[in-house]
């Protein structure tokens, strides 16, 4: 009894789909390894993430405890260091190990939740533009076209000015103010795939528009958003800091790297490492997210064209 040639070129085509996957996997997985900045922002980055979920119960100390007897004790490197203080204590005796590694949850906190926010007010607003055109992509121009005239850091500081500082006003601004990478990139990614066949396909199926935008645009133009993601959330942490250094961030005693730097700026000539560990700390992790973001962006490009 001979087989049926339909079922078997089935059989075939699901068999080769089936090794083409791993194969895939496998090559991008490679690819990934032999990326020298992927592995180091990646490694880096999981390690502050780390620090980040676990603060409470890696800090040998409160962060916020102040002790005036042991004010600007020296860190471990230093001749007069020891290792109940490893990073020293600030000006008013509060250990230092404790606050930056608080201060680097915090500050990941800020990006995370900011970029949050500006995501979806920026995919919203490009995937509109972008798909629909016409008087609606017009409008999505002049409101981005609005934001861009709008200098990030003034605004914020004349908002937090006007309110007061505080953690949910500097996420609240932040992420209402950094929106407008995620609408370009997605405008104009929505704009290439939304005349493509399968596209076609769907509006020709009856699929709603939603779905559409949700299930068969949103998946495709996804790694693009990603490293936009990555890059925009640095962007919100430095901005932060800079916020708190200038006495507009997030508030004391709350331990932002930011505000620690800006605390320890007339002690730079004396004190150098009071300044010098926060700083540091805040060139690596940004540095490591750049990185990553980066990483990601040649692997997906490499991947979409392959």
């Known amino acids: ?30 690819r990934a390894l032999r990326h020298i900045g992927f592995m180091i922002g990646g ?11 676990f603060a409470p119960l890696i800090a040998p100390e409160d962060p916020y405890a ?58 919203f ?12 992509d017009s409008a999505v121009v002049f409101i981005l076209t609005c934001r861009l005239a709008l200098p990030v850091v003034v605004v914020a500081l004349a908002v937090v000015a006007l309110v007061g500082p505080s953690l949910q006003l500097v996420i609240l601004v932040l992420g209402l103010l950094i929106w ?7 405008r104009s990614s929505t704009q290439q795939v939304r005349g493509l066949d399968y596209i076609n396909a769907a509006r020709a199926l009856g699929c ?11 998946p495709i133009v996804a790694p693009n958003l990603i490293v936009v993601a990555t890059l925009e959330i640095a962007n919100a942490i430095l901005l932060e800091a800079a916020l708190s250094f200038l006495g507009l961030g997030v ?13 320890a700026k007339g002690l730079m000539i004396f004190e150098p490492w009071v ?6 700390v805040l060139f690596v992790m940004v540095l490591a997210i750049n990185l990553f973001g980066d990483g990601v962006r040649d692997l997906t490009a490499r991947d979409r064209s392959s």
């Open 43 to 53: 490694g880096v980055l999981v390690l502050v993430v780390f620090v980040a979920l």
């Open 180 to 186: 407008d990478r995620f609408a370009v990139v997605m």
């Open 125 to 136: 607003l490009g995937i509109m533009g972008g798909y629909f055109g016409g008087r609606i």
């Open 275 to 280: 300044i010098g560990v926060p700083g540091v």
């Open 1 to 30: 009894m001979s087989a049926d040639p339909r079922r078997a070129g089935v059989e075939v085509s699901l068999t080769s789909t089936l090794a083409v996957e791993p194969t895939q996997f496998a090559n991008l997985r490679r």
């Open 208 to 218: 709603s528009t939603p779905r559409i935008l949700w299930s068969e645009i949103l």
């Open 251 to 263: 508030p004391p005693p709350l331990p932002s790297l930011g505000l620690m730097i800006s605390e």
């Open 66 to 123: 102040q002790n005036l007897t042991r004010r600007l004790l020296p860190p471990i490197w230093h001749a007069d260091g020891s290792w109940s203080n490893m990073l020293g204590t600030d000006s008013l005796g509060r250990d230092y190990l404790s606050r930056v590694i608080h201060g680097v949850r915090f500050s990941l906190l800020i990006g995370l939740s900011a970029v949050m926010i500006s995501a979806v007010i920026g995919i």
